[in-house]
């Protein structure tokens, strides 16, 4: 039983209850906020859940807002801050924010390519620069980071996410959020981070935007909800509620998501604010009869603010008279925005940093974006060690992405400047001289249809030594409401590579888009593929190091890479089926016989016309090294539910160049009350290895680590065997077993 206790702050908090009298700037958020919730009238409160979209000075000044989202100018930030701080009543400073998802000025990778680094270090870096931009640019807030799980790369946001592995996108989710809320001068926190979209947003029903996520309520335990716990439990101030339903339930409106699981189960104590408008749009969803209700069912469910819609402030205080909704259940809600607020510092220091250009675009910060996309470039491909050229080679430079400066800053880039991007063009006649490198785009954006341009591509590839084809999405095909039924290459890119590839000439790939893209037509045809995704303001001089061998690929791919859109979704962990498909069981259908019987080709858990594995696995990149791995080690064979089990494997680089290696852990729980996933990822480490060297990588695994959601929906270890795998990606690896009894 805890000891109550009694200390002088919470005396001090509770005598300001009555006496209207603040307690010190040392009583917590939480005592500071409940004594300003004693003060407050019921308009105030209802100014305090409401979040509204662009400036209004009279609500700010009169105390009728809790928060704007993007100010863009931050003269009006400070303006705004300014009157809610020094006009209103109580003085209530605001929450200001903004979409701050890869950066700021600087714009860095996408999440999906930063998550391919297997570097939460770099990612925490990363987020920390962010912020630091951000609150000069007059933002205390982040909606960042999103951390859907993402299994299906029509879906636009993949691209915003780390892509669609539960473990890795929780530590990723950590990493941002410590990152974001890491301390600058006057702000102990940073800025707040918001982890988003609570939950499940990443499964909508074939990958279409908004769409209907059916989960099942364990997968979504074990799965789903791994990610937005990484966050919380790493300090988030915020989350937001997803547009999307589960189970009948919008999450605006979900008290199971809300209150049960992020409040009770995992003890948050920060402020959810919803997606935009997805309060009213419960009565789209036909949750709720009108906006009033909607309202309502928000307010109940756990909703702490709303965003841009105004239902709050409309109709609260009628739900108050008429009892649906209760003044504890709004105090509730006023104390974790003020909780937020004053864990920000915001009472100390409400303005943040003054605006100052010159903190934009640092060259510590475009150093980070430059290692971040170094980093997170998978490369896919690389026959006959092509890759890293030589630095003697002309090349020809072709391909719509290889000098659109717009497009390389990828999705939800609003802070950042085409001008500050360096493309691969701009970075290549940096590094070898303009002589030597043949530019011919061959296509004048993603989606050209023309061919008009193929000759002039062809002839400088037969005059260059190599050809250099900066294929892609523009930035506009993924991200919100963006996504995509055929996930190839758009418009005449295949063409053109083909085309290329015909000229006899070696050709690079370099793919910069916002999801893996359908390149089966390509995969045979050219020799060396780098998937680089859309790679921000430093794109440019990553891949011209990284080609030339001044930075060493080892990025890893985070997501299932599909052969087709069909293959949608795919991901590694999944469950095995009763018939499963091996590699050997598959005859591509143009072998088929025709006329031959049915039960010919056998029963399994396969299309005919592909296999069920992906064009490249999760987990899985090469590097400038040749990697070994040998001598897996498991220190018992069985483990107690108290027990420890060390897992641990020599990685040996035999290759002539340094390479950075991401040795992963993969479990199989080899049976249980319920199925479970073929392999589950449950650690990596990033390992450097000069050539020749060899290092022993360990793992630890706890019984609490093999934890799933049981039969009767408790969740824990489960008795049973194991394999366990050190792998380099999710589809290979040394394997041993053990049980745990
Ligand atoms: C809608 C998006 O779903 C969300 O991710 C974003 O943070 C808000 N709009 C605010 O722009």
Same mark, same amino acid.
């Given at each position: ?106 714009? #860095?990778?996408?999440?999906? @390519?930063?998550? $391919? !680094?297997?570097?939460?270090? &770099?990612?925490? *870096?990363?987020? %920390? ?113 997803? #547009?999307?339903?589960?189970? @009948?339930?919008? $999450? !605006?409106?979900?008290?199971? &998501?809300?209150? *049960?699981?992020? %409040? ?478």
């Amino acid at each position: 039983m805890k000891t109550p206790r009694f200390s002088l702050l919470a005396a001090a908090s509770v005598l300001g209850l009555f006496t209207g009298i603040l307690p010190a700037q040392n009583a917590t958020p939480d005592e500071r906020a409940r004594a300003m919730l004693a003060r407050m009238t019921t308009e105030e409160k209802i100014g305090q859940i409401q979040q509204i979209h662009g400036p209004d000075e009279a609500a700010a000044s009169e105390g009728r807002v809790g928060s704007f989202l993007n100010i863009v100018d931050p003269a009006i930030s400070m303006k705004l801050q300014r009157e809610a701080v020094e006009q209103s009543r109580l003085g209530i400073p605001l929450l200001l924010g903004r979409d701050v998802i890869h950066g700021f000025r600087t714009v #860095f990778p996408i999440p999906l @390519g930063t998550a $391919c !680094t297997w570097d939460d270090d &770099l990612a925490r *870096e990363g987020a %920390r620069a962010a912020a630091a931009e951000a609150a000069v640019g007059g933002y205390n807030w982040t909606f960042s980071p999103m951390v859907d799980i993402s299994r299906d790369a029509r879906w636009g946001r993949i691209a915003e996410s780390f892509g669609e592995d539960p473990y890795l996108s929780a530590r990723m989710a950590a990493a941002f959020v410590e990152g974001y809320q890491s301390p600058m001068p006057g702000r102990p926190k940073g800025i707040a981070a918001c982890v988003k979209h609570f939950g499940g947003y990443g499964a909508a029903e074939a990958g279409r935007d908004y769409g209907s996520t059916p989960i099942p309520p364990r997968e979504l335990n074990d799965v789903y909800l791994k990610p937005y716990e990484g966050g919380v439990k790493a300090g988030a101030l915020t989350v937001m509620s997803a #547009f999307n339903e589960l189970d @009948g339930v919008p $999450c !605006t409106g979900s008290h199971f &998501l809300l209150t *049960e699981v992020l %409040r009770q189960r995992w003890g948050f104590e920060g402020m959810v604010v919803s997606d935009w408008e997805s309060v009213v749009e419960l009565t789209t969803h036909g949750f709720a009869k009108d906006h009033r209700e909607a309202a309502m069912r928000a307010i109940n469910a756990g909703l702490d603010m709303e965003m841009t819609s105004h239902s709050y402030r409309d109709y609260m205080a009628d739900l108050l008279a008429s009892g649906e909704v209760s003044m504890a259940t709004l105090d509730e809600r006023v104390l974790a925005i003020l909780r937020v607020k004053y864990a920000l510092g915001l009472f100390e220091d409400p303005y943040g940093p003054a605006f100052d250009a010159k903190k934009y675009l640092l060259p510590e910060t475009l150093a980070l974006a430059q290692r971040t996309a170094e980093e997170g470039a998978v490369l896919l491909k690389n026959e006959g060690d092509l890759l890293p050229l030589g630095k003697g080679v002309t090349v020809a430079v072709v391909g719509p992405l290889a000098d659109a400066a717009h497009e390389q800053l990828g999705t939800w880039a609003p802070d950042g400047r085409d001008a500050d991007a360096v493309t691969p063009l701009a970075a290549l006649r940096v590094k070898l001289g303009a002589d030597r490198v043949i530019y011919a785009p061959g296509l004048t954006y993603s989606r050209d249809a023309s061919t008009g341009g193929f000759a002039a591509a062809v002839a400088a590839a037969k005059k260059a030594d190599v050809v250099l084809c900066f294929a892609g999405e523009e930035s506009l095909l993924s991200g919100e409401a963006h996504s995509r039924a055929d996930i190839t290459l758009p418009g005449e890119q295949e063409a053109l590579v083909q085309a290329l590839a015909a000229t006899g000439k070696p050709v690079v790939l370099v793919l910069m888009t916002g999801r893996p893209v359908a390149i089966e037509n390509l995969r045979g045809k050219v020799p060396a593929i780098l998937a680089a995704f859309h790679g921000g303001t430093m794109a440019g001089p990553a891949l011209a190091n990284l080609l030339f061998g001044d930075a060493s690929p080892s990025g890893r791919l985070t997501v299932s890479w599909p052969m087709a859109s069909g293959q949608e979704p795919i991901y590694y962990n999944h469950k095995s089926s009763g018939r499963p498909a091996s590699y050997g069981d598959f005859v591509p259908i143009e072998k088929i016989p025709q006329g031959q019987l049915q039960t010919s080709l056998g029963f399994k858990n396969s299309h005919i016309d592909l296999p069920p594995w992906p064009a490249w696995p999760f987990g899985f990149g090469l590097t400038y090294g040749k990697i070994g791995y040998s001598d897996l080690e498991l220190s018992a064979k069985k483990i107690g539910m108290d027990g420890v089990l060390t897992v641990s494997a020599t990685v040996t680089n035999s290759g002539a160049r340094a390479a950075t290696e991401v040795v992963q852990l993969y479990v199989r729980d080899d049976y249980g009350c319920v199925t479970r996933p073929v392999r589950e990822l449950k650690g990596y480490e990033r390992v450097s290895l000069a050539p020749g060297e060899s290092k022993k990588v360990s793992f630890t695994l706890r019984p609490e680590d093999l934890s799933f959601t049981h039969i009767d929906m408790a969740m824990g270890p489960e008795k049973g065997t194991f394999t366990v795998w050190i792998a380099p990606d999710s589809a290979s690896g040394l394997e041993g077993h053990f049980s745990l009894e």
